[in-house]
């Protein structure tokens, strides 16, 4: 079963535009969540975290926003650039297992000029 | 520093054949782990190790095998490979709860 769920495969937004990666959990055991970007034929690269004691994180463009009676996270770019474009994976951590991180599917996130 | 290190980065193997997936880091970090990504499942966790000398199963360990005789380096194991194998495979260390990936292994099992 799928805990980690990121049901837009792909996004596509203007230059200068916000985009919004959104991303849904089932598990209410998970309790840290993290934002992961990748480009083709490279392994992901760490983005954004946040802990489920806080409703929002912002580092630069990157904002993560976490609504915990709806399991939802969200992750907000603005302004988007071309280079932002990639694929975006959301994970999450239980409070009990640490080893235990799962993946979503992934957003493919293409940023035109 | 060179990070996280997967060889090989292609690999076509035959139904039945076996082959072992290299990782090394230099970060000195005690928890590792393989991950299979595949469209549309996201990363999925094959085994990590806490520390040299353990290990543990993921979400999908079966078909694969895994050992941390140091804490640089943790490969993977296909002992009888089957087309359901093929796949992208990301090997990962951690520092606290963030992850350093290696580039990957593109593996083709026919």
């Known amino acids: 079963d799928q805990q980690v769920k990121q049901n837009s495969p792909s996004l596509s937004v203007q230059e200068g535009r916000i985009s919004i990666l959104n991303c849904d959990y089932t598990?209410?055991?998970?309790?840290?969540f993290l934002w992961y970007k990748k480009y083709p034929a490279e392994g992901p690269t760490f983005l954004i975290s946040?802990?489920?004691?806080?409703d929002k994180n912002e580092d630069g463009r990157f904002t993560v926003f976490l609504n915990k009676s709806a399991k939802h996270l969200s992750l907000h770019i603005v302004p988007s650039q071309p280079g932002d474009s990639a694929v975006y994976f959301c994970?999450?951590?239980?409070?009990?297992?640490?080893?235990?991180?799962?993946f979503g599917a992934g957003t493919r996130l293409t940023v035109k000029p | 520093n060179a990070g996280v290190t997967q060889t090989p980065k292609f690999q076509v193997l035959k139904t039945g054949q076996s082959m072992t997936l290299q990782c090394a880091q230099d970060?000195?970090?005690?928890?590792m782990s393989w991950y299979r990504q595949d469209p549309g499942m996201g990363l999925r966790l094959i085994h990590y190790?806490?520390?040299?000398?353990?290990?543990d199963q993921g979400e999908v360990p079966n078909g694969y095998n895994v050992s941390r005789s140091t804490t640089e380096d943790f490969p993977l194991r296909l002992l009888s490979a089957a087309p359901s194998q093929t796949s992208v495979y990301f090997c990962?260390?951690?520092?606290?709860?963030?992850?350093?990936f290696g580039q990957g292994t593109r593996l083709t099992v026919v």
């Open positions: 994970a999450a951590i239980p409070g009990n297992n640490n080893n235990d991180m799962r």
């Open positions: 598990n209410s055991m998970f309790d840290y």
């Open positions: 946040i802990s489920s004691i806080k």
């Open positions: 970060m000195n970090h005690e928890y």
């Open positions: 190790s806490v520390g040299a000398g353990i290990t």
């Open positions: 990962a260390s951690y520092m606290n709860t963030e992850a350093f």
